[in-house]
């Protein structure tokens, strides 16, 4: 089983500041298997990157995945409100699926 | 649109069985895998496992002995049982679908149900 990490647990910035979150994986991964998601309070995460680099439909490119291996950053360029939210990694390679155990993005 | 609908059981009781649906709407639930997910209060995600509508399945190896998922084409729904539910069955469950081709993650999710496993 792959094991995610996610650094750092909270991330606390301004808006319009720049957010650096990290993943990283117990062992070396496929890129085209690893997924980052924004969720909100109350509401179902939302598919941000795929691929580890591909932006998802609609998604603003203020958002950008990149990494290979074991280490995978999403980098959020500037943040606006909405933004503060906590960010899932994903990874899939056969079985058991996994997630990275979330960073909160909060406000500073 | 597609889109995913959870039922909502809501409570159920220490040992008995946790039962939830998934109405799709958009899209037939014959493409694609589709996804159960939950979240403990405060917790992080969980994936459970996937159906496919031919009957193939996979599940997390945690809960593999006590979970078993369907797809009903005729309904356009597939569904989650867990057995022998304790108190840290209690979560918010999402059913999602993996996403086509090069699309290797969840694109579409369910709002999510509630359930709690209390006498």
């Known amino acids: 089983e792959v094991v995610l990490t996610q650094s750092p647990g909270t991330l606390s910035l301004s808006p319009g500041e720049r957010a650096t979150l990290s993943c990283r994986a117990s062992q070396s991964v496929s890129s085209s298997h690893l997924a980052w998601y924004q969720q909100k309070p109350g509401q179902a995460p939302r598919l941000l990157i795929y691929?580890?680099?591909t932006r998802a439909t609609g998604i603003p490119d203020k958002f950008n995945g990149s990494g290979s291996g074991t280490d995978f950053t999403l980098t959020i360029s500037r943040l606006e409100p909405e933004d503060f939210a906590v960010y899932y990694c994903?990874?899939?390679?056969?079985?058991?699926?996994?997630f990275g155990g979330g960073t909160k993005v909060e406000i500073k | 649109q597609v889109q995913l609908q959870e039922s909502a059981p809501g409570l159920v009781k220490p040992s008995e069985t946790l039962s939830l649906t998934c109405t799709v709407s958009?899209?037939?639930?014959?493409?694609?895998?589709w996804n159960w997910i939950r979240q403990a209060p405060g917790k992080g995600l969980e994936w459970i496992g996937y159906v496919f509508h031919s009957g193939h399945t996979k599940y997390n190896p945690s809960l593999q002995s006590r979970v078993s998922t369907s797809v009903d084409t005729s309904k356009n729904q597939f569904s989650l049982k867990l057995s022998s539910v304790t108190a840290a069955d209690t979560a918010v469950y999402y059913c999602?679908?993996?996403?086509?081709?090069?699309?290797?993650?969840?694109?579409?999710w369910g709002q999510g149900t509630m359930v709690t496993v209390s006498s």
């Open positions: 999602a679908r993996w996403g086509a081709d090069s699309v290797s993650a969840f694109d579409i």
């Open positions: 691929g580890a680099s």
């Open positions: 994903q990874h899939y390679d056969g079985s058991p699926l996994t």
């Open positions: 958009g899209v037939s639930v014959t493409s694609y895998y």
